[in-house]
């Protein structure tokens, strides 16, 4: 089925920036992890996951609508300490959220439904998982200091560790 190009060209942009989201929470994740922040690295790696999801679900739609995917992601400064990684992935997170809504509008003026309804699910769970729990842990670091904050998301080590 041949898509609308503005549609397309949309969706290869924000799987450029799934596929940097992705690779953010990667480093960031494999850095929590040598730093001994157990609980850290589970969460960030499962965030890395769901955004490899986003980043499926935008490749076969492009796909789908006969377009050409660009597999390239964009550019990223990842954080180097816990507060500037958390801090990091919530700016992206929030870039994401208005890119993604900027999409669903673009789908609507343009009849597609069905890559408005792929956009609408990833921005709920931009919204409800990722920039509540990144929000949620910045307020915490603040509430409770970052050694403390630190300290108790060292969790369990994983068995390979």
Same mark, same amino acid.
């Given at each position: 089925?041949?898509?609308?190009?503005?549609?397309?060209?949309?969706?290869?942009?924000?799987?450029?920036?799934?596929?940097?989201?992705?690779?953010?929470?990667?480093?960031?994740?494999?850095?929590?992890?040598?730093?001994?922040?157990?609980? =850290?690295?589970?969460?960030?790696?499962?965030?890395? $996951?769901?955004? +490899?999801?986003?980043?499926?679900?935008? #490749? @076969?739609? &492009?796909?789908?609508?006969?377009?050409?995917?660009?597999?390239?992601?964009?550019?990223?400064?990842?954080?180097?300490?816990?507060?500037?990684?958390?801090?990091?992935?919530?700016?992206?997170?929030?870039?994401?959220?208005?890119?993604?809504?900027?999409?669903?509008?673009?789908?609507?003026?343009?009849?597609?439904?069905?890559?408005?309804?792929? =956009?609408?699910?990833?921005?709920?769970?931009?919204? $409800?998982?990722? +920039?509540?729990?990144?929000?949620?842990? #910045? @307020?915490? &670091?603040?509430?409770?200091?970052?050694?403390?904050?630190?300290?108790?998301?060292?969790?369990?080590?994983?068995?390979?560790?």
């Amino acid at each position: 089925m041949k898509g609308h190009p503005e549609v397309i060209d949309y969706l290869k942009f924000l799987l450029r920036g799934e596929l940097a989201a992705r690779d953010q929470y990667f480093l960031h994740s494999r850095r929590y992890e040598d730093l001994g922040l157990h609980a =850290l690295y589970a969460r960030i790696n499962h965030e890395m $996951e769901e955004e +490899t999801e986003h980043a499926d679900a935008l #490749l @076969r739609r &492009i796909l789908f609508l006969e377009g050409t995917p660009d597999m390239r992601p964009d550019a990223f400064e990842p954080g180097e300490t816990v507060e500037q990684m958390l801090r990091k992935d919530l700016d992206l997170e929030y870039l994401v959220r208005d890119n993604l809504a900027k999409g669903i509008a673009l789908c609507e003026r343009h009849g597609d439904y069905v890559s408005r309804e792929v =956009l609408v699910t990833q921005l709920a769970d931009t919204e $409800e998982d990722h +920039t509540h729990w990144l929000e949620q842990q #910045l @307020r915490l &670091i603040e509430m409770v200091g970052l050694q403390n904050y630190q300290q108790s998301r060292m969790g369990e080590a994983s068995p390979s560790a």
